[in-house]
């Protein structure tokens, strides 16, 4: 899988690619993630990639040309699947769309800045809009990271014990159980008795009455068409 990510800022995503779980999946080829300044797109001296709103109002505009060079160049190279702009505006990310997403070859993700892009690069450029958030950032390049790591986690080969992924939170609409790890006792708060007694098929009932118990507490929206027995 590749992602192509192009950004005004690409140090910004320096940091989420350049650390462990990404690192490594970039480092083993599960994927290819390429960043792409868009100042390099554009025509004029200045490397201009906004300017003022047609009409008047706070904010600058990002310009439709070098955005339309850059996925124009990169389509030249090979065909995607999704040009996905990053967007308060668009569809809420949640697991089932990550899961779909890790079933494409080639995304593109346009990260937005200021008052947004060009409603033109909306209406011809882009096939999807994604949001991470009802909230607003300041651009959508740590909505890309995020969009990317949850991603990149479900390539095969990505997570050194690949059933790992599948027992996720969200993955069957149930939220996680809770873990222990060492020490069993610890200043008197003990871990859970069924978690020792090395009988599987209770533990695996255990956890997932746990699942259910904490999903039912916390997000009983998730519940809707779940098998809870
Ligand atoms: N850009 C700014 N805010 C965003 C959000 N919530 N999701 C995706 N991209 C964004």
Redesign the pocket.
């Known amino acids: 899988m590749r992602f192509d990510i192009i950004t005004t800022l690409p140090r910004l995503l320096d940091s989420p690619f350049g650390d462990s779980i990404l690192k490594r999946a970039i480092q083993k080829q599960r994927v290819e993630v390429h960043v792409h300044d868009l100042r390099q797109y554009a025509t004029d001296k200045h490397r201009t990639t906004d300017d003022y709103a047609f009409g008047g109002g706070a904010g600058m505009v990002m310009l439709i040309e070098p955005i339309d060079r850059c996925i124009q160049k990169l389509k030249s190279e090979r065909p995607y699947d999704d040009v996905i702009y990053?967007?308060?505006d668009?569809e809420l990310?949640n697991q089932r769309m990550a899961n779909e997403l890790s079933l494409r070859q080639n995304l593109i993700l346009l990260?937005?800045h200021y008052k947004g892009v060009d409603e033109r690069v909306r209406e011809h450029l882009i096939t999807k809009e994604?949001?991470?958030?009802?909230?607003?950032?300041?651009?959508?390049e740590l909505?890309?990271a995020v969009v990317a790591d949850a991603v990149i986690r479900l390539l095969p080969g990505v997570l050194s014990d690949e059933t790992s992924a599948l027992t996720d939170s969200f993955q069957d609409n149930l939220l996680a159980p809770p873990v222990y790890t060492r020490p069993a006792n610890y200043c008197g708060w003990p871990v859970p008795d069924i978690l020792l007694s090395g009988h599987q098929a209770k533990i695996e009932a255990w956890r997932h009455e746990k699942a259910v118990e904490r999903t039912r507490q916390r997000r009983p929206g998730l519940l809707d068409g779940v098998k809870t027995d």
Not at 130 to 140: A, F, W
């Open positions: 990053m967007s308060p668009g990310f990260c937005g994604i949001s991470i958030g009802d909230y607003v950032l300041s651009g959508g909505a890309a």
